[in-house]
């Protein structure tokens, strides 16, 4: 089975801190996602990575940042936290380069409060 | 923009009663999935279906397609306690464009 196994399940950080948000997926799969989840608005997707290096803006970029170094290791940033991004953070992988028939693994989610 | 909206928001049957959620999306798709949340863990996926197909099964899921209504119904036959959680359809417009609706909160009572 894979398994996509996120830093931290909660989290609480101040105003302004710089924040990360780890993600490592065992499957070997070339895609990484990273999502926010706020009630009543689903999941928005923040960031993507097809490749080691690679990254594609999602629908909501702004204030965060992503690396992903090696291919199992996506990580997201916050570059100066603010209280509109707590939220519960998702990060995903799926299988195969341009492939979107594959589902998204999803790891159990980072519940992140901002004070 | 939210593509798949789930209706109803909330739902709750007895054990061993149906249950039905349906998704409405605005554009073309590739194709469409349904996931499940159970709470405070991330998202199962449970259910593809390619925008040629009109009709799937998975065990007690049925998913059906209607492309000329953009519209897709995920059905569970006789629920179980353990299909509470929320289910997010998906849609797949192209390359890794993923948008996912806001959820079904389904909850079966024992």
């Known amino acids: 089975d894979v398994k996509v196994t996120q830093s931290s399940r909660y989290l609480v950080k101040r105003t302004g801190e710089k924040v990360f948000l780890e993600c490592v997926q065992d499957?070997?799969?070339?895609?990484m996602f990273w999502y926010r989840q706020d009630p009543g608005l689903g999941l928005r997707l923040i960031y993507f990575?097809?490749?080691?290096?690679?990254?594609e803006k999602g629908d909501i970029p702004e204030g965060y940042s992503v690396s992903r170094e090696k291919k199992e290791r996506f990580s997201l940033i916050l570059e100066s936290a603010s209280t509109n991004q707590t939220s519960m953070y998702l990060c995903?992988?799926?299988?195969?380069?341009?492939?979107?028939?594959?589902?998204?693994?999803f790891g159990d989610g980072t519940r992140l409060s901002i004070l | 923009s939210q593509q798949g909206e789930e209706d109803p928001q909330a739902l709750s049957i007895q054990e061993g009663e149906n249950a039905t959620m349906n998704c409405s999306y605005k554009?073309?798709?590739?194709?469409l999935q349904w996931y499940r949340q159970n709470s405070g863990r991330g998202l199962v996926h449970l259910i593809l279906?390619?925008?040629?197909?009109r009709e799937k099964h998975s065990g007690r899921l049925r998913v059906t397609l209607d492309t000329s209504k953009k519209s897709s119904s995920l059905l569970i036959t006789a629920s179980r306690a353990a299909d509470t959680a929320s289910y997010f359809c998906?849609?797949?417009?192209?390359?890794?464009?993923?948008?996912f609706g806001a959820g079904t909160r389904l909850f079966v009572k024992a």
């Open positions: 499957m070997d799969h070339e895609n």
């Open positions: 554009t073309s798709i590739n194709n």
């Open positions: 990575s097809y490749d080691v290096k690679m990254k």
């Open positions: 998906a849609t797949v417009t192209g390359g890794f464009k993923t948008i």
């Open positions: 279906i390619r925008s040629n197909e």
């Open positions: 995903a992988s799926s299988f195969g380069f341009d492939r979107d028939d594959q589902p998204q693994h």
